[in-house]
T-cell receptor, first 115, second 112 residues
Framework: AQKITQTQPGMFVQEKEAVTLDCTYD???????LFWYKQPSSGEMIFLIY??????QNATEGRYSLNFQKARKSANLVISASQLGDSAMYFC????????????FGKGTLLTVNP | NAGVTQTPKFQVLKTGQSMTLQCAQD?????MYWYRQDPGMGLRLIYY???????DKGEVPNGYNVSRLNKREFSLRLESAAPSQTSVYFC???????????FGDGTRLSIL
């Protein structure tokens, strides 16, 4: 079974609108962490936001927020006021408590922002 | 401001040739990682080094070896390259558990 599932291979959004990228995860650990990375067409991996399993509040970083629903095992990324530069591949990743050093990545969602 | 530096950026090999991908970080991070990225597969962990002097297999270690030369450097070796190893390879490093991994710019490797 996949540990990280990103069900949207591709998403389109109009500039200035908000968009939600889905991520569900599978773990039996109580302690874990969830990360989102952005990969533009130039290829580098850019860290966006982190949510720990014990964090009581949803993480926010500028226009990025993480909608963390622990019971549903989902950690969706919300990008507000989309910009053309947000067009990229977005990856959700999980660190499980039993393997503190490793991240498991989802297959990614390709976001296209239309002018 | 270097962060994680990977060399080379591009390489073309013939089947059966050997190659070492180099990675160095200047952030004093303890853990280092090698991933491969294939279309539609996301990033898959090849090997990692939790700290200087230790290395462990990841999800797809077959056909690769690694060396944690010191705290800064973590190399990935392909002893006998195969076309299935054509991929983009990323090195990453991390300071501690809940910190994000910082990635290099990747090495695009083609094996003919």
């Amino acid at each position: 079974a996949q540990k990280i599932t990103q069900t949207q291979p591709g998403m389109f959004v109009q500039e200035k609108e908000a968009v939600t990228l889905d991520c569900t995860y599978d773990t039996s650990d109580q302690s874990y962490g969830l990360f989102w990375y952005k990969q533009p067409s130039s290829g580098e991996m850019i860290f966006l936001i982190y949510q720990g399993s014990y964090d009581e509040q949803n993480a926010t970083e500028g226009r990025y927020s993480l909608n963390f629903q622990k019971a549903r095992k989902s950690a969706n990324l919300v990008i507000s006021a989309s910009q053309l530069g947000d067009s990229a591949m977005y990856f959700c990743a999980m660190r499980e408590g039993g393997s503190n050093y490793k991240l498991t990545f989802g297959k990614g969602t390709l976001l296209t922002v239309n002018p | 401001n270097a962060g994680v530096t990977q060399t080379p950026k591009f390489q073309v090999l013939k089947t059966g040739q050997s190659m070492t991908l180099q990675c160095a970080q200047d952030m004093n991070h303890n853990s280092m990682y090698w991933y491969r990225q294939d279309p539609g597969m996301g990033l898959r962990l090849i090997y990692y080094s939790a700290s200087e002097g230790t290395t462990d297999k990841g999800e797809v270690p077959n056909g690769y070896n690694v060396s944690r030369l010191n705290k800064r450097e973590f190399s990935l070796r392909l002893e006998s390259a195969a076309p299935s190893q054509t991929s983009v390879y990323f090195c990453a490093s991390r300071r501690q558990t809940n910190q994000p991994q910082h990635f290099g710019d990747g090495t695009r490797l083609s094996i003919l």
